[in-house]
């Protein structure tokens, strides 16, 4: 579905739901236990149900400057043989909700993944029949090199299978280009590294006239991490290194005017983060 919009000074910000959904998100951060969120106030009622069972979601972010149209992360995908039982072979309307909001897919000219895990580079490629074929025929594909180098190197939980149908293809086709994680797209759009879930992760900085958006990417995975930082995510794959990026995010980040937009938020997606005694908490007006 079709989902939020935010205006950052000139730019355009444009949710694009594949998957939101209550529970299911406690194998993603262990600690997260019912009782242990029941205890959180301000996650309800948007980001937990009443019995503490997390919410989340799957999405992609469109960065649209007037001049370029960027759609950040490319969520799970369809036909894709996945793990996941609620992930395998999925069968969404995304690609008709891109249209709907008046982003078909030929008319992207960025995509740009803030790492190379499985819900997040899916429909990077689309199943036409008999081979995995880029989505975005018109885009470039921008893929951290050090993430990239990484995962040809490193298999875990199905990651080259991730790889050879959704990265691979890309590559092939030429259209990919490897960047650093403080790459800057365009004036109004820059990478900030935030490593710890992956080695080459990043997170997205939009500026325009004075105002500013954060696209986490997975630095964190649901809005009970600003209240336990020390919450690991159970990918994450240098757990002291994530805490230390979360820990050194949050402090940048309260206090600030910077909208906060959740890669895997439920709705409402963003806010501002505010400090909350010795932790942080999210307010979402």
């Known amino acids: 579905m079709v989902g939020e919009v935010w205006r950052i000074g000139a730019v355009k910000i444009t ?14 951060i262990p600690d997260a236990t019912r009782d242990k969120i029941q205890d959180i106030g301000w996650l309800f009622p948007h980001f937990a149900s009443a ?3 997390l919410r989340g979601a ?16 490319t969520c ?46 899916g429909w990077n490629t689309k199943w036409d029949g008999a081979k995995w074929i880029p989505t975005f025929t018109n885009a470039e594909y921008l893929f951290g090199e050090v993430e990239y180098n990484h995962w040809m190197t490193h298999d875990r939980e199905g990651q080259s299978q991730v790889m050879a149908d959704s990265v691979t293809p890309i590559v092939e086709a030429g259209l990919q280009k490897l960047i650093a994680q403080n790459h800057v797209i365009c ?33 964190l995975h649901h809005p009970c991490q600003f209240a336990h930082p020390e919450w690991p995510s159970a990918p994450d794959w240098d757990v002291p290194q994530g805490y230390a990026t979360r820990v050194d995010m949050y402090r940048r980040l309260a206090e600030t005017l910077t909208l906060v937009i959740g890669t895997h938020f439920h709705t409402p997606t963003a806010g501002y983060l505010k400090t909350d005694g010795k932790a942080w908490r999210l307010d979402v007006g």
Not at 15 to 27: D, F, K, L, N, P
Not at 58 to 73: A, C, K, P, Q, W
Not at 79 to 102: F, I, M, S
Not at 190 to 219: N, W, Y
Request: charged share 20%; aromatic share 4%.
């Open 187 to 219: 004036p109004e759009v820059r990478l900030i590294p935030t490593p710890g879930h992956t080695p080459g992760h990043h997170s997205v900085m939009i500026e325009s006239e004075g105002q500013s958006a954060l696209i986490t990417g997975d630095f």
């Open 76 to 121: 799970i995908g369809n036909d894709k043989e996945r793990a996941v039982p609620a992930w395998n072979k999925l069968q969404t309307a995304y690609l008709a909700n891109l249209a709907a909001a008046g982003y078909p897919a030929e008319s992207i000219d960025t995509v740009l993944c803030t790492h190379l895990h499985i819900d997040h580079v």
């Open 15 to 28: 949710r694009i739901v594949e998957i939101e959904a209550t529970g299911g998100m406690s194998r993603i």
């Open 58 to 73: 799957i999405h992609s972010l469109i960065i649209d400057t007037g001049e370029r149209r960027i759609i950040v992360d």
């Open 51 to 53: 019995d503490g069972r």
